[in-house]
């Protein structure tokens, strides 16, 4: 029995989001160093801003400017940060109830040690030199003994070249196992077999396995070993070439319903002309070099077979 | 409240969780589960009327991964079935509400996790508000910290909290639960855990509009779900860090007559079964006869955002 297989699995996805009038200008402001909250109708000053009430649900656009000065109203110290955490040192995760604000932000403080570090302890925004309009834009707090800063002010939220989208990149690493069952199969196609596995209350047998038949519910644990040879049951052909694929357009991409085999793969066609690839073409795989699994599928040069031989995996 | 119908949890099974999955398939991890849980209610796979799970994407790594695991449930011809990219347990209050629209009888509820595929303290960080807080990238266990020195703080915990704590052990496992209505529950089970009332209630999103001291959220649940009504005698509590427990025990009103976590800490399950597997624990102690009225929670998303309550009952 092969091990079973791992592999790194890197997934990488940048949301762009739309900003809305509200978050628009809390975030411009932090471009040009100025905290905006918002104003609900009862009173409160919510920093950071929200667009509707969390407890009436009403819609609110009443901005006010607060003060880069606050308090901690908790923190929790983080020896090791991750990489794309604000500070690359340890350093502490505080919310702040910035002066003029009800309702606290999260971001980090700078400090030499949790020693440094309790509820209730004045801080102010270090403003990032670089800033494009992002939470980032607040490098991190620092201790701060000065007075306090101001109430809030109203403010119309209006700057000039405002951002309206974020982006939003993220990097997720991942290790990827197939299962047991994949892993057999992909050992065996480096070894130049082709091995399926055979539901043991239907009999039907599924190449590529991937451990269960989805017809009964149950594991596919009796080895099969369907092919090589197989029929095409249908294909397309492909005119558009796939970003990093070194193959010339256009091509064909097939079914092949592998002899013994109660579900189709499918496979890329060569050797022949893509106009003359038929269905019910017989074909077998083609390993190169030293390939882990078949390159592409040939003609064997058998007769065509018959429609009602295939008929049932189309 | 009443419900409009009598549903139970008739049959429950868990894998047996200690660490990552042995290279095993999401599938082939469930399969066994599955089977166990069928067999329990006397079902065939594909039987059930009605199909749900509950897992996540972004920790398998892969988009539509839940899709796979249907090979292990018998989908073909295709069954009625549906998905929550949540913890299990809110695929089981799928599945409840279901039976109670008598649109099903029966059904299959799993959900499976396999956080070992990446490293959770980023992956978590994805199901944060992504314009204030995603870009800071805090890990599960810091937002837990601060919720905890608030606490402690607000003496609502004994000690000043110690060191952030470390990220909790990353198991992978599966968990399934079968539910059932009326006869058909009393067929496939000698003692049926009947649910008496199951709700939810999210928080706001942002952090710092909550009071992290109370869960609103829960007591509400609770208080809809007719947790208050009559006392229970267990309660199994998804905390995922220690000091969460204080809150749950505050919101739900447990005193020391409650046995909570009969089954074991929460914290040790894996991501997106844990809630579910509190709903199958606190089933299963009926169904064995050591509780009459047991109360089960479940939560998602930082520092008890999203909370579910259960309210599950034996015959007399």
Redesign the interface.
Same mark, same amino acid.
């Given at each position: 029995m092969p091990?079973?297989? *791992?592999a790194p699995?890197v997934?990488e996805f940048p949301?762009t989001?739309s900003?809305g009038p509200v978050?628009s200008a809390f975030?411009t402001g932090l471009r040009e160093r100025v905290v905006l909250g918002v104003r609900t109708r009862d009173g409160r000053v919510?920093?950071?801003p929200?667009e509707y009430d @969390?407890v009436t649900a009403d819609e609110i656009r009443d901005l006010v400017e607060v003060a880069t000065t606050g308090t901690v109203?908790?923190? /929790?110290?983080? @020896?090791s940060p991750?990489p +794309?955490?604000?500070l690359p040192r340890p350093f502490a995760?505080?919310?702040v109830?910035l002066d003029g604000a009800d309702? /606290?932000?999260?971001?980090?403080l700078d400090a030499p040690g949790?020693d440094a570090v309790r509820?209730g302890m004045r801080v102010r925004i270090r403003w990032a030199a670089r800033r494009e309009g992002?939470?980032?834009d607040i490098a991190c707090f620092e201790a701060h003994d000065g007075p306090a800063g101001h109430r809030a002010a109203p403010h119309d939220g209006r700057f000039p070249d405002p951002v309206t989208s974020?982006t939003?990149p993220?990097r997720?690493?991942? *290790?990827? *196992?197939?299962? +047991?069952?994949?892993?057999r199969y992909l050992d065996g196609l480096a070894r130049r077999e082709i091995l399926g596995e055979r539901c043991p209350s239907c009999h039907k047998v599924y190449v590529p396995p991937?451990? /269960?038949?989805? *017809?009964?519910?149950?594991?596919t644990t009796e080895p099969a070993a369907p092919g090589p040879r197989g029929t095409v049951t249908t294909f397309c052909v492909v005119n558009i070439k796939a970003k990093g694929l070194d193959i010339d357009v256009p091509y064909v991409y097939a079914h092949i319903a592998l002899d013994g085999a109660d579900l189709a793969l499918h496979a890329r066609i060569g050797g022949i002309p893509y106009d003359r690839v038929r269905m019910g073409m017989r074909v077998e795989p083609v390993w190169t070099g030293d390939g882990r699994h078949p390159d592409h599928y040939r003609p064997t040069g058998e007769p065509d077979a018959d429609y009602e031989s295939y008929r049932r995996l189309l | 409240m009443t419900p409009p119908r009598d549903v139970a949890v008739v049959a429950y099974a868990r894998t047996d969780h200690q660490g990552p999955a042995e290279g095993l398939s999401e599938a082939e991890a469930l399969l066994p589960v599955l089977h166990d849980a069928l067999a329990q209610a006397g079902l065939a796979p594909g039987e059930a009327d009605f199909t749900c799970s509950g897992s996540s994407d972004y920790l398998a790594g892969r988009p539509f991964s839940f899709t796979l695991t249907l090979d292990a449930v018998g989908a073909w011809p295709p069954i009625a079935e549906s998905h929550v990219e949540m913890d299990g347990a809110w695929a089981l209050y799928e599945a409840w509400v279901k039976i109670l629209t008598g649109r099903a009888d029966t059904a299959l509820v799993y959900a499976h996790g396999k956080p070992s595929a990446g490293d959770p303290r980023d992956v978590l960080t994805r199901t944060l508000d992504p314009y204030y807080v995603a870009p800071l990238w805090p890990e599960p266990a810091s937002l837990a910290a601060l919720q905890a020195r608030a606490l402690a703080d607000a003496g609502h915990t004994g000690e000043p909290p110690g060191p952030t704590p470390g990220p909790p052990a990353v198991t992978d496992g599966a968990a399934a639960v079968v539910l059932a209505a009326g006869d058909a529950a009393r067929r496939m089970c000698a003692r049926p855990a009947w649910i008496r009332g199951a709700d939810h209630r999210v928080e706001p999103h942002a952090l710092g509009l909550r009071d992290l001291t109370d869960s609103p959220s829960t007591r509400l649940a609770a208080e809809r779900a007719g947790a208050f009504r009559a006392p229970v005698d267990t309660a199994e509590l998804h905390a995922p860090f220690a000091a969460q427990e204080a809150v749950l025990r505050r919101a739900l009103r447990l005193d020391d007559t409650v046995t909570v976590n009969p089954s074991g800490d929460a914290a040790a399950d894996p991501l997106m079964v844990t809630g579910l597997i509190r709903l199958g624990e606190a089933a299963a102690r009926i169904h064995r006869g050591a509780s009459d009225r047991a109360l089960a929670h479940a939560t998602s998303g930082p520092c008890l955002q999203h909370n579910l309550v259960a309210v599950l009952e034996g015959d007399a």
């Open positions: 091990e079973n297989l *791992t699995l997934v949301f989001r900003l978050q975030l919510l920093v950071p929200v @969390p109203t908790t923190w /929790a110290w983080n @020896p991750r +794309r955490q604000p995760w505080v919310l109830r309702t /606290a932000l999260l971001h980090a949790a509820t992002a939470i980032t974020l939003a993220a997720l690493e991942y *290790t990827y *196992t197939p299962g +047991r069952a994949q892993s991937r451990g /269960a038949c989805p *017809t009964c519910g149950v594991a | -």
